[in-house]
């Protein structure tokens, strides 16, 4: 059975920096792309950054740029979200997920979430 468990989620002042971890067990698959979403209360859900364990090509998505680092420890089956210079905006549940195929918004597998709290 494929688990992804997100940790590192809390209450952090705007400009501060959270580090999120994604621990992933049961997927059998040397090789995958796996993503960090997030929803805000009242939003759609948004992509904010991909990793390739293949080739570590990566993706963040305009609001992200520049701010978050994506990065994966394969051999602990885990992937880091370091996001910096957080703003109110960021607030939102943040899920990781896994796909055997291209990183987008139909990932195979999904994480429970981690909730991320920027105050002002």
């Known amino acids: 059975e494929v688990q992804l468990v997100e940790s590192g989620g809390g209450l952090v002042q705007a400009g501060g920096s959270l580090r999120l971890s994604c621990a992933a067990s049961?997927?059998?698959?040397?090789?995958?792309?796996i993503g960090w979403f997030r929803q805000a209360p009242g939003k759609a859900r948004e992509r904010v950054s991909c990793i390739s364990t293949s080739d570590r090509a990566t993706f963040y998505s305009d609001s992200v740029k520049g701010r978050f680092t994506v990065s994966v420890d394969k051999a602990r089956n885990t992937v880091y979200l370091q996001m910096n210079s957080l703003k109110l905006e960021d607030t939102a549940v943040y899920y990781c997920a896994v796909t055997i195929s291209i990183c987008g918004d139909d990932m195979d597998y999904w994480g429970k979430g981690t909730l991320v709290t920027v105050s002002a």
């Open positions: 049961g997927f059998i698959y040397d090789d995958y792309a």
